[in-house]
């Protein structure tokens, strides 16, 4: 029941301020209002829901078993690590991609040391992917 009362709050954070924003008169900032609103109930019920319901009481096993909440937080924890490591690589990427090309136009010879530049973006993906699979290799 809380279940579907978390989905509903999170289905309605989304929808109600586009919603509003669609069907409201168009005034200059209204955008960044609308935004920030949504934004701010979106995240503000995604964390109340994570430790709403990811804080259940810690029961000792028989064997050494991580309990479910620690096995949640570690999936969350490697899903926040590549995502946001792959968000970072792409807008990092993007910029070093459009300034190599951009000298790569104006003198041929430095097509090493762009690709190099660019390479280096695409080492922070690979850090989070490690990072990631040392976070679930301990679960």
Do not use: D, H, W
Not at 78 to 84: I, K
Not at 126 to 132: A, E, N
Request: glycine share 12%.
């Amino acid at each position: 029941m809380i279940i579907k009362v978390l989905f509903a709050l999170l289905a309605m954070s989304i929808a109600l301020p586009a919603a509003v924003f669609y069907f409201g008169e168009r005034k200059a900032g209204r955008f960044k209002r609308t935004l920030a609103v949504n934004i701010l109930s979106f995240f503000g019920i995604m964390l109340f829901a994570t430790i709403f319901l990811f804080s259940g009481g810690v029961r000792a096993a028989e064997e050494t078993v991580a309990s479910s909440s620690t096995q949640g937080m570690a999936f969350l924890a490697a899903a926040l690590v590549t995502g946001l490591c792959t968000i970072g690589t792409g807008i990092a990427t993007g910029q070093a991609a459009a300034a190599a090309l951009g000298a790569l136009s104006e003198n041929e010879g430095i097509m090493g040391k762009a690709l190099i530049f660019v390479s280096l973006c695409e080492g922070i993906a690979i850090y989070g992917l490690l990072i990631s699979f040392t976070i679930l290799g301990r679960v």
